[in-house]
C-alpha cells in the first residue's frame, strides 16, 4: 500500500524559508506526478505546484510563482517544496498528493506552515 508523509513545516518569519519534504513508500515515486496543496483555515484547499515523473515541467500557481520551487528524487522516493520569501497568506496546512492519471490519487497528512508578521 503506498503512503505519504509530509514534513517540513513548523513556524517562521516573514521573509523566512522553509522545505518540505513528501517521502513516499510502497511503491514506485517514479511513476507518480506530484503536486502540492494548501489549505488555509476556513477555506478550500488550493493547488500549488505540480511536477512530472521526470522531473521536468515544474508548474505554480501564480501566488507562489518565483518564491516557490517544487522537485523531486526519484531514488530517494521524496518530492520536495522549497519555499523562500514567506508571507503571512501562506499560513496553510500543505499536503502532499500524489498521482497516475486516471488510476490512483493519494494524499498525505498533511503537515502546518505558520507564518508570523
Known amino acids: 500500500q503506498v503512503q505519504l508523509v509530509e514534513s517540513g513545516g513548523g513556524l517562521v518569519q516573514a521573509g523566512g524559508s522553509l522545505r518540505l519534504s513528501c517521502t513516499v513508500s510502497?511503491?514506485?515515486?517514479?511513476?507518480?506526478?506530484m503536486e502540492w496543496f494548501r489549505q488555509a483555515p476556513g477555506k478550500a484547499r488550493d493547488f500549488v505546484a505540480r511536477?512530472?515523473?521526470?522531473?521536468?515541467?515544474?508548474y505554480y500557481a501564480d501566488s507562489v510563482k518565483g518564491r516557490f520551487t517544487i522537485s523531486r528524487d526519484n531514488a530517494k522516493s521524496t518530492g520536495y517544496l522549497q519555499m523562500n520569501s514567506l508571507k503571512p497568506e501562506d499560513t496553510a496546512v500543505y499536503y502532499c498528493?500524489?498521482?497516475?492519471?486516471?488510476?490512483?490519487?493519494?494524499w498525505g497528512q498533511g503537515t502546518q506552515v505558520t507564518v508570523s508578521s
Open positions: 511536477i512530472t515523473t521526470s522531473d521536468s515541467d515544474p
Open positions: 510502497g511503491g514506485t515515486f517514479s511513476n507518480y506526478i
Open positions: 498528493r500524489i498521482r497516475r492519471p486516471g488510476t490512483t490519487t493519494i
